[in-house]
């Protein structure tokens, strides 16, 4: 399903990768690794029914569901209902990945006084951002419907323990786990992700059948042909290129939509990768804009960098054409009765063939088209591409000791107890 051109000739160690491969999967952060199987196991089908049933409620009573979550606990269902616009009757809204006044009462402007729920991610209930989000949002609840206010409040926390966890409990809210073994980075097709990717209307199974296939074509190749698996090597060709002083990938689109998904991409290999003063840093683009403002660089600039071009190869059933016009002072002559798609994968091509020119190593990932299946895959597909780079470069893709730097500083700055 997903295709890879490499931007320059790799040679995948097979049996480095198989390795690589049992370590992911037995890690105590691994837990991703296996899930889109387990998802199809009784206690999966039984998470299924729950979160499908929690969907169909919210759906039913709120106009919108405002999903409380920083990083991991927003990026990855935001960026696939960015990418796939799926139709529902209640907005996706989202809070407590900033601090900023303003942001915030467009939001309450948003909702006025329409019905609406909250869903708060957060495995301990205690990180500031989304903290201080649910205390705004819970009390307009509280606002709104009083002793009812519990009824419009899913907490997808730890299982256990932890002040989100507690307090649900008590209060008696709707609960979905976070996985004790899946990082927040990998747990888009968790209930983190898949409850208000339900909720937009996203078909949350096909979504979970494509990582899957993506997962399976992994274990059909492990036999004899891994080095030839589009992970094992992009994986392989991103070790090499660090090896050789490249520290910059850009991620491209032509498609304005995977903005989003970028951002998750960014958050996964940064938080995977960028530890003990090394590891790649991870940039995104989106074509053709950008090329009006960042092409100059890029063709011309310093020669760190290489990209990865994610093409979908049919990204729409509709045609949208140039039309015709009697008078062409435009000098469009040319192109009319060509789709837009046409001259978008067009420009596509010219930039690829432009920056491979101008010294740039460029990648391609095809996609054949953007459906719930196709993104599924794509997403474990970077998932486990990830984790195998980040180990093939000899860092523990699953921690991320260095985000907790702002934090001591800000709480010292803050005032708060201990700091």
Known sequence: MIAFQPGRDIKVDSARIHQLLSEIKSDTMGGWYDLPATMSEPQGIAELDSIKSAAAQIQSDSEFLVCIGIGGSYLGHRAVIEALQPLSSTRILYAGNHLSTREYQRLFDTIGDADFSVNVISKSGTTTE????????????????????????????????????????????TRFVVPDNIGGRYSVLTAVGLLPLAVAG??????????????????????????????????????????????????????????????????????????????????SVTYTTDLHSLGQYLQDGRRNIFETVLKIEHPTADEISVPKLSAGLDGLAYLEGKTLDYLNQTALEATVAAHREGGIPVSVITVPRL?????????????????????????????????EAYKRNMFHLLGKPGF
């Open 371 to 403: 459906h719930e299946r196709s993104l599924g895959a794509l997403i474990y597909f970077f998932e486990l591409a990830c984790a195998l780079s980040a180990k093939l470069s000899g860092v523990n893709p699953f921690d991320q000791p260095g985000v």
């Open 202 to 283: 996203v078909d949350i199974e096909g979504l979970l059948s494509g990582a899957f296939a993506e997962r399976q074509s992994v274990l059909d190749a492990r036999s004899d042909a891994i080095d030839k698996h589009p992970i094992a090597q992009y994986a392989t060709m991103r070790a090499d290129l660090l090896h050789e002083d490249y520290d910059v990938e850009i991620l491209a689109t032509f498609e304005p939509y995977l903005q989003y998904f970028t951002e998750w991409w960014k958050q996964l290999f940064g938080e995977s990768e960028g530890k003990a003063k090394q590891g790649i840093f991870p940039a």
């Open 130 to 173: 989304p903290a201080v989000a649910f205390r705004l949002f819970k009390e307009k609840l509280q606002s709104k419907y009083g002793d009812a206010a519990a009824k419009h409040i899913y907490a997808t926390t730890d299982a256990e323990r932890g002040a989100l966890h507690d307090e649900a409990v008590a209060e008696g809210y």
